[in-house]
């Protein structure tokens, strides 16, 4: 049923994974640096926000409407959630340690098993669990008031993130962000962004909110504004991390809808698929940093930074077809019906 109904959302997880890798590896750097903050440090922004809509869309809202089971499966999304997060938290270990980014204390692993994420990427995990929570409890209240405290949250964030440059000219509005980044690195976390994102797309769900065909006019405009903000926020050296935007959740909303308009069908392997990609590309792109300089290709495939993203692309899905062909011979061979009889 979901292939057939909502096959925007599902296809569009490829380019969403696509954008993830292209904000780690900076695609357009070596072209332009005014080119790629609007458009992979802008436009790719959209990516974290569409993953985290299609959660509230499809887990979060039926528990707004205490659909009979939906807590429950809530539940058990959320102990997936930490089993992926302590497996790729395991598979990183080495990578940290080899890198020096092991926590120094207590307090610094609290922090990043929190917020932070073990690994650059993993904070998106602990950021859904927490954010999650907080907007359960949020929507208790309605959507109208559930989405004007969230929205105030990420406009909190917002100045600790890619507005930080105004904020930081306020001597108390320092100090009192300086008193949050020693609990959490950065406000792009489950506290300031992933509530917002998540209750708009259980607001989409439960609503039946349709976009009209006028509406599709809006998200081209709105996404030229995105990339506009993002230069100028790079242009003015604004931001402590590049990843809140005003006209972000606006061109979401928008973009959103438009994906749910979309019929058709789409191949069931794509959600964890992608879902694996998220998780395995830093690794590639250690991989392919070290065959560059192994082979002397580095000039081609590192310092050429579009050909550098397209080669950690290919070999994060590469590695992402291989787990799920290993995945189904597992079930295959613990499904397959035992032969008697033979030795």
């Known amino acids: 049923m979901r292939r057939a109904v909502y096959a925007g959302v599902d296809w569009f997880r490829l380019p969403a994974a696509l954008l993830v890798i292209a904000i780690h590896t900076a695609p357009l750097s070596s072209i332009s640096k005014g080119l790629d903050a609007a458009v992979t440090y802008g436009l790719g922004r959209i ?23 939906s807590r429950e499966r809530w539940r058990r999304f959320e102990r997936k959630i930490l089993l992926i997060y302590a497996a790729s938290t395991l598979l990183y270990l080495p ?41 359960l409890g949020l929507g208790r209240a309605g959507y109208r008031k ?13 100045f600790g993130d890619s507005y930080y440059g105004l904020t ?21 976390n489950g506290i300031f962004y992933a509530p917002l994102f998540l209750l708009m797309g259980a607001f989409l769900r439960n609503t039946g909110k349709k976009i009209r065909q006028m509406d599709l006019w809006v998200l081209i405009p709105g ?14 050296d604004l931001a402590r991390h590049d990843s809140m935007y005003f006209s972000l959740p606006f061109v979401m909303y928008v973009l959103y809808q438009a994906l749910l308009s979309v ?17 395995i590309h830093p690794l ?9 300089r192994w082979t002397g290709t580095s000039a081609l495939l590192v310092e050429c930074a579009p050909v550098h993203w397209l080669a950690v692309s290919m070999a994060s899905f590469a590695a992402a077809a291989v787990y799920g062909v290993l995945c189904e011979r597992s079930r295959w061979l613990w499904k397959r019906p035992a032969v008697h009889g033979k030795k």
Not at 271 to 276: A, M
Request: net charge positive; glycine share 12%; with cysteine.
């Open 284 to 292: 590639m792109i250690v991989l392919v940093r070290g065959a560059a």
């Open 146 to 158: 559930a989405l004007t405290a969230a929205g105030i949250l990420y406009l909190i964030g917002l």
């Open 95 to 135: 990578v940290a340690w080899y890198a020096g980014n092991l926590p120094g204390n207590l307090t610094e692993a609290v922090r990043m098993l929190l917020f932070d994420g073990t690994f650059y990427h993993l904070w998106y995990f602990p950021a859904l669990l927490i954010g999650g929570r907080i907007a």
């Open 168 to 188: 930081e000219g306020i001597p108390l509005l320092k100090k009192l962000y300086g008193y949050l980044f020693q609990i959490s690195s950065y406000t792009r």
């Open 47 to 69: 990516a974290v926000p569409f993953f985290l809509m299609t959660t509230g869309y499809f887990l979060l809202a039926p528990c707004f409407g205490e659909k009979p089971g």
């Open 223 to 236: 996404m030229v504004l995105l990339a506009a903000e993002a230069y100028l926020v790079f242009r003015l």
């Open 263 to 279: 019929k058709g069908t789409a191949p069931g392997w794509l959600r964890n698929g992608t879902l694996c990609v998220y998780v």
